[in-house]
T-cell receptor, first 113, second 112 residues
Framework: NAGVTQTPKFQVLKTGQSMTLQCAQDMNHEYMSWYRQDPGMGLRLIHYSVGAGITDQGEVPNGYNVSRSTTEDFPLRLLSAAPSQTSVYFC????????????FGPGTRLTVL | LAKTTQPISMDSYEGQEVNITCSHNNIATNDYITWYQQFPSQGPRFIIQGYKTKVTNEVASLFIPADRKSSTLSLPRVSLSDTAVYYCLVGDSGAGSYQLTFGKGTKLSVIP
């Protein structure tokens, strides 16, 4: 199993550009989530999904959209990138929403100029 | 949201036992306590989880008192490779959803 994969690993955007961060897992996990981590900070939850077709907002959802058309994929879209969105983004998955054992991807380092 | 409080940083010499304590005064009855480890430029990795008393695995031990308002992660005989940030989490199962809240964690530096 590849576990949780994220692409790209690095990305530089200009203010106002849009892009999609990809996340995929091959463990048949129902629960997937996106976090951002700023320097010296913990992880903050952006959006999460408890299954295909179901998504919900986390702590910091503004400026981001998600969709969950399949169990495996959970892309994160930046609609109009802003410098405040410069961060490292982690995708995670787990067997169920009640499971505290989340598996994290390697992260995407995003810089918005 | 069930919040946690941990020391910001700790230093330890190689070979010593390290204990990191986490406070979670408003933990809910159904909440479990989970610890993650994060190395630089990597995603967090699950270490251990518990509900009460003591849990031990090949990596660490977790001690939880009867009132569950705190927990202590114990790392036996740390090595340089244990230098990382350690997060204590308590799940938030309110409002029909389940969200994990990561604090700033404890940065452990192991000194040769």
């Amino acid at each position: 199993n590849a576990g949780v994969t994220q692409t790209p690993k690095f990305q530089v955007l200009k203010t106002g550009q849009s892009m999609t961060l990809q996340c995929a897992q091959d463990m048949n996990h129902e629960y997937m989530s996106w976090y951002r981590q700023d320097p010296g900070m913990g992880l903050r939850l952006i959006h999460y999904s408890v299954g295909a077709g179901i998504t919900d907002q986390g702590e910091v959802p503004n400026g981001y959209n998600v969709s969950r058309s399949t169990t495996e994929d959970f892309p994160l879209r930046l609609l109009s990138a802003a410098p405040s969105q410069t961060s490292v983004y982690f995708c995670a998955s787990s067997w169920s929403p009640e499971s505290d054992t989340q598996y994290f991807g390697p992260g995407t380092r995003l810089t918005v100029l | 949201l069930a919040k946690t409080t941990q020391p910001i940083s700790m230093d330890s010499y190689e070979g010593q036992e390290v204990n990191i304590t986490c406070s979670h005064n408003n933990i809910a009855t159904n909440d479990y306590i989970t610890w993650y480890q994060q190395f630089p430029s990597q995603g967090p990795r699950f270490i251990i989880q518990g509900y009460k008393t003591k849990v031990t695995n090949e990596v660490a031990s977790l001690f939880i008192p009867a009132d569950r308002k705190s927990s202590t992660l114990s790392l036996p005989r740390v090595s340089l490779s244990d230098t990382a940030v350690y997060y204590c989490l308590v799940g938030d199962s309110g409002a029909g959803s389940y969200q994990l809240t990561f604090g700033k964690g404890t940065k452990l530096s192991v000194i040769p």
